[in-house]
């Protein structure tokens, strides 16, 4: 079935260090989002990609897709504590469709 | 503009139970998807509404059902509950101009016992 597979599962940093998530689909996808949900909060939207090849930075954060549109990364540079939460990728595979998400990466920040 | 509100936050239910949840889309969007979130898991698709009709549905029995009304407000029904269906339901709406994009509500977090 249509599955996105990301890694790691959990991912334990020092303030200050950086971190990074994966995205990766055997099939070539559309678009791939990226979502953020604190502890005990909902999902929030942070970008979407379209493009391949493409790279959009929001402050620390970069996200990339990549150039055969069947992978994608977040890259947080030098942490803070305010980053803690899990990280989704999630794909829309019928335009306004259903959203399928990875299984998250849940990162923590030790100050 | 008001973001997307659901009702209750929190819900405990014994086994065989029903359970409605509602759900009240961010101004301006005329659809709305739920999803269930187990613990530690990301969200899985339940289903989609567009103009009141079923506009999609992901791998859940029938017993989960919903509704769509004109104001684009949902409702989430679950029939006879189970233990597993205890887990963080998610309403996201979005609009006719960002289709793609989902803008997520609270959640309610759901407990059967």
């Known amino acids: 079935g249509q599955q996105v597979m990301q890694i790691p599962q959990y991912q334990h940093v020092q303030e200050g260090e950086d971190f990074t998530t994966y995205c990766n689909s055997s099939?070539?996808?559309?678009?791939i989002q990226w979502y953020k949900q604190r502890p005990g909060g909902h999902p929030v939207f942070l970008i979407q990609?379209?493009?391949?090849?493409e790279v959009k930075k929001q402050k620390r954060l970069t996200f990339q897709f990549g150039e055969a549109k069947k992978n994608s990364s977040l890259h947080i540079t030098a942490t803070q504590t305010t980053d803690v939460g899990t990280y989704f990728c999630?794909?829309?595979?019928?335009?306004?469709?259903?959203?399928?998400f990875g299984q998250g990466t849940e990162l923590s920040v030790k100050p | 503009e008001t973001g997307v509100t659901q009702s209750p936050t929190h819900l405990i239910k014994t086994r065989g139970q029903q359970v409605t949840l509602r759900c009240s889309s961010q101004?301006?969007?005329?659809?709305v998807s739920w999803y269930q979130q187990a613990l530690g898991q990301g969200p899985q698709f339940i289903f989609q509404?567009?103009?009141?009709?079923?506009?999609g549905r992901g791998n859940f029995p029938p017993r989960f059902s919903g509704l769509q009304f004109p104001n684009y407000s949902s409702e989430l029904n679950v029939n006879a509950l189970e233990l597993d269906d205890s887990a963080l339901y998610l309403c996201?709406?979005?609009?006719?101009?960002?289709?793609?994009?989902?803008?997520f509500g609270p959640g309610t977090r759901l407990l059967v016992l």
């Open positions: 996201a709406s979005s609009s006719p101009i960002t289709q793609e994009t989902q803008y």
């Open positions: 099939t070539t996808l559309s678009n």
């Open positions: 990609l379209v493009k391949s090849g």
């Open positions: 999630a794909v829309n595979y019928n335009q306004g469709g259903k959203l399928i």
């Open positions: 101004s301006g969007h005329n659809t």
């Open positions: 509404y567009y103009r009141e009709e079923e506009n």
